[in-house]
């Protein structure tokens, strides 16, 4: 079986510090956004998709190098404040399966954050939605993952956080744990998840060999 680790939200703790990124640096060039805005719009989906949705919600045209700036924003963020998820390096150490991220971020942004929480070394194949051509809820991105890590989609088993994310995995043919412990989870979070067809739910990551067993 292979584990497909989704990034943020999972993996690193990085939702509520980039949402709060993304919605002060576009409120700053005028197309005004909360940090819950934000989170409620658009987690689990990539730079690219927020993009040209904001600009149909708003009807405006963001800066051509409006992504630039704002991963120059995040990266500096990420590098003194971006902790890993609590427990989940000793959770992957305890799986005897090979694995995988397959994230909505851009590889360098994928790259910073697992060097930033010391979390690296865990991971030697990483996936990235500008790899393909539809990011999250598409299964585009689990799909090659899979495909690139010679696994069948029916033998693969994602970690997902985001709504997007778990109806990805499953528009994939594979099997999904729903993942609600990072600090941008609300109380309805595990609920939400559930409705988008997540089966388990963890809210440590210490659970998560447990929720692995079960779905093999």
Known sequence: MLLIFDCDGV??????????????????????????????????????TMISRIEAERNCKLPDDFPE?????????????????????????????PRCVASSSIPERIALSLRVTGLADLFNDIFSSTQVARGKPAPDLFLHAARQMNVRPEDCLVIEDSIAGVQAALAAGMRVVGFVGGSHCEPDHAEKLRQAGASVIIERMSDLPAAVSTSC
């Open 11 to 48: 993996l690193v703790d990085s939702e509520v510090l980039s949402c709060r990124i993304d919605a002060e640096f576009l409120t700053e060039i005028g197309v005004p956004y909360t940090a819950e805005e934000i989170a409620r719009q658009f987690l689990g989906v990539s730079l690219k």
């Open 69 to 97: 700036r704002l991963n120059r924003l995040l990266f500096e963020r990420f590098e003194t404040d971006l902790k890993p998820i609590e427990g989940v390096r000793d959770a992957i150490l305890s799986l005897p399966f």
